[in-house]
């Protein structure tokens, strides 16, 4: 199989793998407990704190390890929404996010809160200035994400983030897609609250983590003892923290680096499948994006019937199959993408083990799987 799918997840990185082992196999004392062994589950904890917090630009004490991104994102939608109820109720989120998003928000709207979504430009990019916009007296949180999913367009969240401080809200990123790709920083940001998820930098599944500001209380979306400084109860997963925390050291030394290495490869591909296929479509920001993302689309073509032509390779779809056919994404529909092209999209996206061999066989595995899908439509 020649996996292009980072974007769904990542490998574990052997590194990070190594670093699991031994609380896997001995230190399985309860991070709670007084003993020997439950002193190495906690020191364990604390160096993944560190970790996490050094490569965010954060204070240890700002790191909040969950199940998930998407458990964090819970936390931090519904947390920012509810310890501001007294202030408003309005929220602002965007038309691109991931459901980890839009679907907490539907949830507050049974609560009592409304939510406007801003509209994105052609190029997947949230205006500035239509955030300004949607604000209104009772806005007390703003939830954009970094890194969209799907085409890879950065959104200007330094830019939002400063108008919401200015106004009272608080400012929430979901950075799942983006740590690990580019450099991201508590700091630089200027957001009060942002999610991560561990499988998409090279960590396992089942971690994520919080980052919550000094200062910014939020009310627990769980109840128990006083585990991660009372704010998330439940005995902590050692051996994911130990690997997620590895994980972030990694990316800490080499996301520059490797960003430039994944930005040459993403636009030799996609050079290679335009050369293969002159009428295909680049989706996206052509400065603002990840440099390991390529979302292209092949005119009047199926995504699903191109990936069953290459079934030894890993992408995914820009449109789902329903009961009443192929649906395009609601990223691509957000985009204005025609329908023409939106179903025939792939979302190919690059990573720390894929090399420029294995870049040059999917060039010519995708194009040629996309002309053979072309030319059975002629018949």
């Known amino acids: 199989m020649l996996y ?34 439950g002193r190495a589950s906690r020191k364990a904890i604390d160096k993944a704190r560190g970790q996490v917090a050094a490569m965010l630009g954060a204070h240890a004490d700002e790191i909040i390890f969950t199940s998930s991104g ?17 202030q408003g109720n309005h929220i602002i989120t965007c038309t691109v996010e991931h459901p980890a998003v839009t679907e907490v928000c539907k949830h507050l709207e049974t609560q009592g809160f409304s939510f406007t979504e801003v509209a994105v430009d052609s190029q997947g990019r949230v205006p500035v200035q239509a955030v300004a916009d949607a604000f209104k ?54 957001v009060d609250m942002l999610s991560l998820a561990g499988h998409k930098l090279y960590g396992p599944k089942g971690i994520g983590v919080l980052c919550l500001r000094r200062g910014i209380e939020i009310p627990n979306l769980m109840h128990g003892a006083g585990h991660e400084n009372g704010r998330r109860p439940g005995t902590e997963n050692i051996l994911e ?33 335009l050369a293969v296929y002159p009428t295909a479509h680049i989706n996206g920001h052509p400065q603002f994006h990840l440099p390991n993302t390529l979302s292209i689309s092949f005119p009047d073509l199926r995504s699903d019937e191109i990936m069953a032509a290459m079934p030894d390779v890993a992408v995914s779809a820009g449109a789902a199959c329903h009961g009443g056919g192929p649906v395009a994404s609601h990223v691509l529909t957000a ?27 999917g060039a010519e595995k995708i194009g040629k799987a996309a002309l053979l899908v072309r030319d059975r439509q002629k018949f």
């Open 241 to 273: 923290i130990a690997g997620l925390g590895e994980a972030c050291r990694l990316v800490a030394e080499d996301v520059m680096e490797e960003g430039v290495r994944l930005a040459g490869l993403r636009d030799h591909l996609a050079q290679a499948l």
């Open 70 to 86: 998407t458990e964090a994102n819970n936390h931090a939608i519904i947390g920012g929404a509810r310890a501001r109820q007294k």
């Open 137 to 190: 007296d009772d806005t007390v949180l703003v939830t954009i994400m970094l890194a969209n999913n799907e085409v890879g367009t950065l959104q200007p969240i330094a830019e939002i983030a400063q108008i919401a401080r200015e106004r009272g809200a608080l400012m929430h990123t979901d950075c799942a897609q983006a740590v690990g790709k580019v450099p991201v920083n508590l700091v630089d940001l200027g």
């Open 335 to 361: 985009m204005g993408v025609p329908e023409s092209l939106a179903l025939g999209t792939l979302r190919i996206s690059l990573g720390r083990m894929t090399t420029s061999a294995e870049v040059e066989l």
């Open 4 to 37: 292009l799918d980072y974007n769904a997840t990542t490998p574990v990185d052997p590194r990070v793998a190594d670093a699991m082992q031994p609380f896997l196999r001995n230190y399985f004392g309860n991070p709670s407990s007084g003993h020997a062994l």
